[in-house]
């Protein structure tokens, strides 16, 4: 047994058991775990984002869009004015902020409509392609192969069982039913297939506590 | 008997003899290949080289075609790659844009569209293209081609099928909309989660516990997550009327803004917002795993009722689902993530699987608006089943043009 002698893994180490000391059930170890991890994640988070997207997107484009403006004026191209637009992006910020003063924080509504709105109407297209004509493209196979037919028998059904304005009976219900049938094998396939994932992700701790950090292991 | 040997001795040089001239065979042999008069000549030169705008794009790219050159498969068959290269004038120098293997004979000059950089193609400005037939260290160059620009279109054919079917999705939802407007009653087919929800709000109130309700990992941009605020608006009316306190720990600063808006109007509408308390809707952290051990302490700790999972969930389903389990919740989940759907099946008593979820907030609302969409997309599927019929008997047959109705070029 060799341990580690450097002390960033021993803190590692120790708050590793400290989470898992949550199958023992709540523990001071653990409340201490979480809220150290908690808060610095939130920390951190606070920091990432301050320098990857306030500073380089807000202030950047903006500090860029002044300066093309004192060197070239209104003679810049189309992309050159496109860098004002964060402004846009600036004041809905501000917005938010206004939350904190209770009489105004009504006006912090037009900044979440605006996000809400925007990228739900962004997003249908995206669905539609992704979930909708992709899935038709890809679900016309000639019926030529037990594996195509499988599948296209499987889509058939599925898509009937989430049928919501048609009562589920006869043979309709019969459909859904086999629906249902093959979501929940395709199901049962995805859990196990997940299962083997997460067990490398103990694997993983594993080796860090009885190799990295206790050396027990090579 | 010595004739005999020497006999033996005169046969086995022959043998050898034999087999050295057989090895000086081979050898020359070889060597004559390796001395083949075409390998040392370059390979005939492409032809027809046509550069025009990539379409379906916003500028700032070119795209090169040629005829393949005879030597290509073919003849000497030495090509081994093709290089474009590209010049502002016929006259000027030419300047390598990048190449492809042989077999191929188109090549996309894909340019930056921002000025500073380095590979900045601009739109509207004749370029003029060569290509060069290359083989192991020789090559033979083509024609020039006739100018071509880079431009940007407005429209990109390819995503016709996108436009139709958005075009008939919204003449659906529009028709559907205005009939439940005037008064048409649609039909909805219960949902057992759904169905659950008020049974279990009243649990948690003759219990006197709170409810916790989780949106996960969601943005507020993202489809589940805003069906989730629809029925947390139904849920919080609920709690409101019943008195019971709602616990919303938030990963998305936005989500846990409009949740403090959704859940102050269903206050508001119940008659007590007096019962609203922000700072039952808090941001913990928007780091994945940290989050889930926030939640988990405020489980074992507040141990609610019941808990909502309703949104966006990724590998931290089956950890919460299962902590709730132990803190004695019920628990009703729902999510559009397929890779998370199993977990919730298997931990949690009722599930909204995949569009479920959406069609819970028009279940739970009844409003013209919500009702009217959900009609409009059962027959958006029914269209989508049809032409799925359609589809595969169509490949059987092989009926290519119907096939091609539903290709997107994206």
């Known amino acids: 047994m060799h341990p580690s002698p450097d002390i960033g893994i021993w803190i590692g180490g120790l708050l590793t058991l400290g989470i898992f000391s949550f199958l023992y059930g709540d523990n001071p170890y653990y409340k201490f775990c979480e809220a150290l991890f908690v808060g610095v994640s939130a920390g951190h988070w606070f920091i990432t984002l301050f320098w990857t997207v306030f500073i380089p997107k807000l202030l950047g484009n903006i500090g860029i869009a002044i300066h093309t403006f004192r060197t070239e004026g209104?003679?810049?191209?189309?992309?050159?004015?496109?860098?004002?637009?964060?402004?846009?992006?600036?004041?809905?910020?501000?917005?938010?902020?206004?939350?904190?003063?209770?009489?105004?924080?009504?006006?912090?509504?037009?900044?979440?409509?605006?996000?809400?709105?925007?990228?739900?109407?962004?997003?249908?297209?995206?669905?539609?392609?992704?979930?909708?004509?992709?899935?038709?493209?890809k679900t016309i196979l000639p019926l030529t192969s037990v594996g195509n037919i499988i599948l296209v028998v499987g889509t058939f059904c599925g898509l009937i069982y989430f049928f919501f304005s048609k009562e589920h009976k006869g043979a309709f219900g019969g459909l859904a039913r086999v629906g249902i049938w093959f979501l929940m094998i395709t199901f049962g396939a995805s859990f196990g297939y997940t299962v083997m994932s997460r067990m490398s992700l103990l694997i993983g701790r594993m080796d860090y506590i009885f190799g990295i950090w206790l050396g027990m292991i090579r | 008997m010595r004739v005999e040997k020497e006999k033996m001795v005169l046969d086995r040089g022959f043998s050898y003899l034999l087999l050295l001239a057989f090895f000086f065979?081979?050898?020359?042999?070889?060597?004559?290949?390796?001395?083949?008069?075409?390998?040392?000549?370059?390979?005939?030169?492409?032809?027809n080289v046509d550069a025009f705008d990539t379409p379906n794009d916003n500028g700032h790219s070119i795209t090169v075609s040629w005829e393949l050159s005879s030597d290509d498969g073919a003849g000497k068959n030495n090509v081994v790659v093709y290089e474009v290269y590209r010049s502002d004038s016929p006259e000027g120098k030419f300047e390598k844009r990048g190449m492809v293997p042989a077999g191929e004979n188109t090549f996309e000059d894909q340019g930056a569209k921002e000025k500073d950089n380095a590979n900045y193609l601009p739109s509207h400005k004749n370029f003029y293209y060569r290509v060069r037939a290359k083989s192991d260290g020789l090559f033979s160059d083509s024609e020039i081609s006739l100018p071509a620009y880079a431009y940007g279109q407005w429209y990109h054919t390819g995503k016709t099928p996108v436009l139709v079917a958005v075009i008939l999705f919204s003449v659906f939802a529009i028709t559907f909309i205005t009939?439940?407007?005037?008064?048409?009653?649609?039909?909805?087919?219960?949902?057992?989660?759904?169905?659950?929800?008020?049974?279990?709000?009243?649990?948690?109130?003759?219990?006197?516990?709170?409810?916790?309700?989780?949106?996960?990992?969601?943005?507020?941009?993202?489809?589940?997550?805003?069906?989730?605020?629809?029925?947390?608006?139904?849920?919080?009316?609920?709690?409101?009327?019943?008195?019971?306190?709602?616990?919303?720990?938030?990963?998305?600063?936005?989500?846990?803004?409009?949740?403090?808006?959704?859940?102050?109007?269903?206050?508001?509408?119940?008659?007590?917002?007096?019962?609203?308390?922000?700072?039952?809707?808090f941001f913990l952290t928007s780091m994945q795993f940290a989050y889930v051990a926030g939640v988990n302490g405020i489980m074992l700790r507040e141990k609610p009722a019941t808990n909502f999972y309703l949104g966006k969930f990724y590998a931290e389903s089956?950890?919460?689902?299962?902590?709730?389990?132990?803190?004695?919740?019920?628990?009703?989940?729902?999510?559009?993530?397929?890779?998370?759907?199993p977990f919730f099946v298997a931990a949690t008593d009722y599930t909204l699987i995949g569009e479920e979820l959406?069609?819970?907030?028009?279940?739970?609302?009844?409003?013209?608006?919500?009702?009217?969409?959900?009609?409009?997309?059962?027959?958006?599927?029914?269209?989508?089943?049809?032409?799925?019929?359609?589809?595969?008997?169509?490949?059987?047959?092989?009926?290519?043009?119907?096939?091609?109705?539903?290709?997107?070029q994206l």
């Open chain 2, 179 to 281: 009939l439940a407007r005037k008064g048409k009653l649609f039909y909805i087919r219960p949902l057992a989660g759904i169905e659950a929800v008020d049974d279990a709000i009243g649990r948690a109130t003759e219990m006197g516990k709170p409810i916790l309700y989780i949106f996960g990992l969601g943005t507020a941009d993202m489809i589940a997550t805003i069906a989730s605020f629809t029925i947390l608006s139904r849920v919080a009316k609920k709690t409101a009327e019943y008195q019971t306190p709602i616990l919303i720990p938030c990963y998305d600063s936005v989500v846990m803004a409009v949740a403090q808006e959704t859940v102050r109007a269903a206050y508001l509408e119940a008659g007590r917002p007096d019962m609203y308390k922000e700072e039952n809707i």
């Open chain 2, 358 to 408: 959406y069609a819970a907030s028009a279940y739970l609302g009844r409003e013209p608006v919500l009702l009217g969409t959900l009609k409009g997309q059962d027959w958006g599927k029914a269209v989508v089943i049809f032409s799925l019929i359609l589809g595969a008997l169509a490949a059987s047959f092989g009926f290519q043009f119907f096939i091609n109705l539903f290709r997107i």
């Open chain 2, 25 to 47: 065979l081979i050898l020359f042999s070889t060597n004559s290949f390796a001395q083949d008069p075409s390998d040392t000549l370059a390979p005939e030169s492409v032809t």
């Open chain 1, 74 to 137: 209104f003679a810049a191209g189309m992309s050159d004015y496109m860098h004002w637009s964060y402004i846009f992006g600036g004041i809905l910020g501000f917005l938010m902020i206004l939350r904190l003063f209770p009489k105004i924080g009504w006006i912090s509504r037009w900044s979440l409509a605006f996000v809400v709105g925007t990228t739900a109407g962004y997003y249908f297209i995206n669905y539609l392609v992704s979930n909708g004509l992709m899935q038709i493209q």
């Open chain 2, 318 to 341: 089956l950890i919460l689902a299962e902590t709730g389990s132990i803190a004695g919740s019920i628990q009703i989940s729902g999510t559009d993530e397929i890779a998370q759907i």
